[in-house]
């Protein structure tokens, strides 16, 4: 072998060296759902739409040549839930924390304590104040559904509404949300009931306040319940749960008959019309990626994908924790071809897309 020819084998096995290290690099997301507890459905769907992005973002050579490792766990319970962010951090190294599920989800993350970036819970709730700066959500919180569904039903010319509500801090702030509204617009509402032991009880001390509109607050089971009695006591009645609430477990638990117009708040453009690019998108996609139907949760997780990938691109070339935190802290705006997000400086996402879909009798929504 001559000098020069293994010159040439040198920088060839160097160049291959430096190949496999920049393929051996990923960006690691990790993810905490809840496939076994109340958010099942929702768990499934949100992760199929968002596994979606990141695999045509794999499939286009990843983010500045770095692929996305997505790891997700299960936890359905705040214990479970700070445990598997830990696990997730020190053990699998999570670059960024995404899409975990269900309220308590952030509050977990909050007493885990990870000095790293959440993006796109699941949640309408609040970040705690310690955590705030470091939870980026790309839905709107819940006082901004409740006002949108206000805005419907006064069109209608109704003025009596009663807030039906979850006993936690969470609720209550929706409730208080609800009152301000109606207070502004000169109107008082009808009552509001703290959902307790008796669905029974419940339904029949709302049945009393004679409510124009309910509004629920609470997570899918007990809002099912609630409503599988209330109905047959006021089977007029205009009922809307907030977009956490599974429409599809809603169906399940109350039956045709009385699940059939009960309204879901939806944060999402309807998913099976390709309205804007990203609608079309996320269709083209999942009919690439997945075997299943799309859904509205599909495509909030394919968006909340999409925005954290956003985020990692203007964290630059060699994205770490630290750059990719610093990064959504520096974000006010995101155009995610066409959903625009604009964000507090507190993380929370201003955008007011809310619709209000109905649930039709064979248990498919209408929007």
Do not use: C
């Not at 959902?195 to 409510?211: E, F, H, N, Q």
């Not at 809603?250 to 039956?255: A, I």
């Not at 045709?256 to 944060?267: D, F, N, R, S």
């Amino acid at each position: 072998m001559t000098l020069r020819s293994g010159g040439r084998l040198a920088v060839a096995l160097l160049l291959s060296l430096l190949g496999l290290a920049a393929a051996a690099r990923e960006i690691v997301v990790g993810q905490v759902v809840d496939y076994s507890g109340p958010y099942g459905e929702a768990s499934r769907d949100y992760v199929a739409g968002a596994k979606t992005y990141f695999d045509w973002v794999n499939s286009r050579g990843g983010v500045f040549g770095i692929r996305v490792k997505h790891y997700v766990v299960d936890a359905s319970n705040a214990a479970a839930m700070r445990d598997a962010t830990r696990r997730l951090v020190d053990e699998q190294k999570a670059d960024v924390l995404f899409g975990f599920v269900g309220d308590e989800s952030v509050d977990a993350y909050a007493a885990a304590g990870p000095a790293i970036a959440l993006v796109g819970p699941l949640s309408g709730s609040e970040a705690p104040a310690g955590v705030s700066s470091r939870v980026f959500f790309v839905r709107p919180d819940y006082g901004t559904e409740v006002k949108q569904v206000i805005s419907h039903f006064r069109a209608l010319q109704l003025s009596r509404f009663a807030i039906v509500r979850a006993p936690t801090d969470d609720a209550a702030r929706v409730a208080r949300t609800v009152a301000q509204t109606l207070g502004g617009q000169g109107l008082k509402g009808a009552g509001e009931l703290v959902l307790g032991s008796s669905p029974a009880r419940d339904a029949a001390a709302v049945a009393a306040m004679r409510p124009q509109a309910l509004v629920i607050v609470a997570d899918t089971v007990p809002a099912a319940e609630f409503v599988k009695r209330y109905r047959p006591l006021d089977p007029g009645a205009n009922i809307v749960a907030l977009s956490m609430v599974n429409h599809r477990t809603m169906f399940e638990l109350v039956g045709p008959k009385l699940a059939h117009g009960v309204m879901i708040t939806q944060v999402v453009p309807n998913p099976l019309l390709p309205e804007t690019p990203v609608q079309k998108e996320h269709l083209d996609a999942i009919r690439q990626f997945r075997d299943e139907p799309p859904s509205h949760l599909t495509l909030e997780g394919f968006l909340a994908a999409k925005a954290l990938v956003e985020g990692v691109r203007r964290a630059g070339a060699s994205p770490t924790r630290e750059s990719i935190l610093a990064a959504f802290q520096k974000v006010t705006r995101m155009d995610l071809s066409g959903f625009v997000v604009d964000f507090t400086p507190k993380g929370r996402s201003e955008a007011t897309h809310v619709d209000l879909a109905m649930i039709r009798r064979n248990g498919s929504l209408l929007q």
